[in-house]
Each structure stands twice: as structure tokens, then as C-alpha cells.
């Protein structure tokens, strides 16, 4: 072997050597190219992720944010409702009271009234008063108010006592 064929023989070796080596670079050039692109891509889908995620969570924001609102409008409804019982409730009071009033001044004018009538025995006055205050609060008063005319004629006919009255009927 002459030293020709050596070098010839070590150049190829190198040549070969060098071709190895230039693939493996170009090789790890394009895994590294590829596995940059597959980061990007994978970036890319979390971003997506996150996108839709975000999109999830302002939606479910807005839904808390309406049934927030529908809450206090409910509240809000409550509270006028609860504000015009209370009213009502002052309103009937005041409405009963007057009444009650009016009753009262009634009475007291019936009782006037029987005390200057002759014709009103005035011991059974009491029984009538009575009867009024449990009675004729809750059922309206339909006895007959006659014409005083039409009271002595009856009189005259019969000695019967209206038992509400004293009155001769």
C-alpha cells in the first residue's frame, strides 16, 4: 500500500466522517425546527384553551351578575310589598278606628235619643247598648225605621216592645 492509497483512503474516511456529520447537523437542524413548530403549535392550542376558557368565564360572570340583579330586583319586590302591607295595615287601622268612632257617636246619640223619648223604657236601654257593641258591629242594621206616625197608630193596636229598642212596636 503506498502512501497514495492512504491518503486517498483517509480522505475518504474524512469525506465520509464529514457527510456524517453534516447530516446529523442538518438532522438536528429540522428535529429542532420541528420541535420549535410543535412548541408554537402547542402554545397555540393553550392560547386557545385560555381564549375559550376566558370566553366560559366572563359568560358564567354575566349569568351570576343577572341572577345578582334578579335578586335584588326580587328584594326590591319584596320590600314594596312588604312597605304597602304595613300601609294597608295603617290604612285599615285608621279605617276601623273611624268606625269604631262613629259607632260609638252613634250609640251616644241613640242613647240621647232614648232619653229624651217617652215612649223608650229606659231600664231595658242597657240590654239594647249591650247587644249593639257584640251584634251589630259585624251585621249592618236592617230593622224598619217607621214614621213616628206610623208608631203611635201602632201603638195604639198592640202593647208589644221592640227588645232592641223599648219601643213599643
Known amino acids: 500500500m503506498d502512501t497514495s492509497t492512504i491518503i486517498w483512503i483517509i480522505v475518504a474516511v474524512v469525506v465520509v466522517i464529514a457527510i456524517i456529520v453534516i447530516a446529523v447537523v442538518m438532522t438536528n ?3 429542532k425546527a420541528a420541535r420549535v413548530e410543535s412548541q408554537r403549535n402547542k402554545a397555540a392550542e393553550l392560547r386557545q384553551n385560555a381564549y375559550e376558557t ?3 368565564r366572563r359568560e358564567r360572570e354575566a349569568d351570576a351578575a343577572r ?3 334578579a335578586a335584588k330586583q326580587s328584594e326590591a319586590e319584596a320590600m314594596r310589598a312588604r312597605v304597602e302591607s304595613e300601609r294597608l295595615a295603617r290604612e285599615s287601622a285608621d279605617r276601623d278606628a273611624e268606625a269604631q268612632r262613629l259607632r260609638d257617636e252613634t250609640d251616644q246619640r241613640l242613647r240621647k235619643a232614648d ?3 217617652p215612649d223608650v223604657d229606659n231600664d231595658g ?3 239594647r247598648d249591650e247587644r249593639n257593641r257584640t ?3 259585624d251585621v249592618p242594621d236592617t230593622r224598619d225605621r217607621t214614621d213616628t206616625r206610623d208608631r203611635v197608630t201602632d201603638e195604639a193596636t198592640t202593647d208589644r216592645r221592640d ?3 223599648g219601643r213599643h212596636v
Do not use: F, K, L, T
Open 29 to 31: 437542524g429540522r428535529r
Open 54 to 56: 376566558d370566553i366560559e
Open 67 to 69: 341572577a345578582a340583579a
Open 115 to 117: 232619653a229624651v223619648d
Open 125 to 127: 236601654r242597657n240590654d
Open 135 to 137: 251584634d251589630a258591629r
Open 163 to 165: 227588645p232592641d229598642h
